[in-house]
């Protein structure tokens, strides 16, 4: 069966210090992969996609960056971390083939910046 | 302009009676596909019920049921008999893209609480 693991679950930083959240899955090839964030109370927003290794695309600018460095890992970046990059942060997979019916989100990492 | 409109902030229903969680969504696209999703206070985002444009039935999945109301362009997810494990906030979600990359779009959310 297909897992995604997302670590750490929690992480304070402070301003101005880089950030690396990492995201796996298992059980599953060539998974469409998202990072999402979602600020306090409020709905998610699509922050980055990957349809494969090494193609990243950015749906807002924003002080973070994404790699997809394997076919089955996401990493969500910043050099400069940001009192606004706060907030909760959820990897997704996908199927890449196919109309996509369900996608399936890893445990999420909450993130303050102090 | 908003894909998916969640109206209620929040709802409350007693144990064991049912509720409406309603979802209104705008698309130009004939195919297209909705979700909803429950996060609990932990936080992890759990789906629970899908349902395609071109489905004929409603989508049903145990005490989860979707009414599509195409024309309306309407996606409300009822709860049959609520329970208190319930209590979370529940998200609809729109697919956009349907040849090479789709993503998911999502609501607001609502609050649901569960009371006995």
């Known amino acids: 069966s297909q897992t995604i693991h997302q670590w750490p679950a929690t992480l304070v930083q402070p301003v101005g210090s880089p950030l690396s959240l990492e995201c796996t899955v298992e059980g599953t090839s060539n998974p469409n992969l998202y990072w999402y964030r979602q600020a306090a109370g409020r709905g998610l927003q699509l922050l980055f996609y990957s349809v494969g290794i090494g193609q990243i695309s950015s749906e807002v600018p924003q002080n973070l960056s994404a790699s997809r460095p394997q076919d089955r890992q996401f990493i969500l970046s910043s050099k400069k971390l940001l009192l606004s990059d706060s907030g909760f942060y959820l990897c997704?997979?996908?199927?890449?083939?196919?109309?996509?019916?369900?996608?399936?989100f890893g445990q999420g990492t909450r993130l303050t910046v102090v | 302009a908003q894909k998916i409109t969640q109206t209620q902030p929040g709802m409350f229903v007693q144990e064991k009676e049912a509720v409406t969680l309603d979802c209104t969504y705008d698309t130009s696209d004939p195919s297209y596909g909705l979700f909803w999703y429950k996060q609990p206070s932990s936080g992890e985002m759990i789906f629970l019920i899908y349902q395609g444009s071109y489905d004929q039935q409603n989508a049903t999945e145990g005490r989860y049921s979707l009414n599509f109301q195409k024309a309306r362009k309407s996606a409300n997810l009822v709860i049959s008999a609520s329970q208190l494990g319930d209590s979370a906030m529940y998200f609809c979600?729109?697919?956009?893209?349907?040849?090479?990359?789709?993503?998911?779009?999502f609501g607001t959310g609502t609050r649901l609480l569960v009371s006995p």
């Open positions: 997704a997979w996908s199927v890449l083939t196919g109309l996509i019916t369900e996608a399936f």
């Open positions: 979600a729109m697919r956009e893209g349907n040849t090479g990359f789709q993503k998911l779009v």
